[in-house]
């Protein structure tokens, strides 16, 4: 007799619950891809603004021996994280490193492992 009660009970629950995992697990997968492919976006601008402000930030952001910022394949996160490393950074670079590591932890650091592991 147990067997048919908990047979019943999960031809019951699975009829409930597999319908609401089935769409919760298309939507989690459907976010993650969405935010995988924002973050790719978000790393080509930042690249971008690397190149275009390269003469602007090397000139307020980096001591005159820093890493310098305008290689296409850096975003100026990486640059920031490098120079800060190197402690090459000028007073206004360690103040944007600073927001940068307040909006995501360790955020420079973060940038310069992602970048180094590729």
Request: net charge positive; hydrophobic share 45%.
């Amino acid at each position: 007799m147990r067997g048919l009660i908990l047979l019943i009970v999960a031809l019951i629950l699975s009829v409930i619950l597999m319908p609401i995992g089935f769409v919760f697990q298309i939507v989690v997968t459907l976010f993650r891809a969405i935010d995988t492919y924002l973050f790719h976006i978000a790393k080509s601008i930042d690249q971008h603004g690397n190149v275009v402000c390269a003469e602007l930030f090397n000139l307020t952001l980096i001591k005159r021996k820093g890493y310098k910022f305008g290689d296409m394949d850096k975003t100026i996160s990486y640059v920031l994280g490098v120079n800060a490393e190197k402690k090459t950074l000028t007073y206004l670079g360690r103040k944007v490193g600073n927001l940068l590591n307040t909006i995501e932890k360790d955020h420079l650091i973060k940038a310069v492992n992602y970048e180094r592991k590729d």
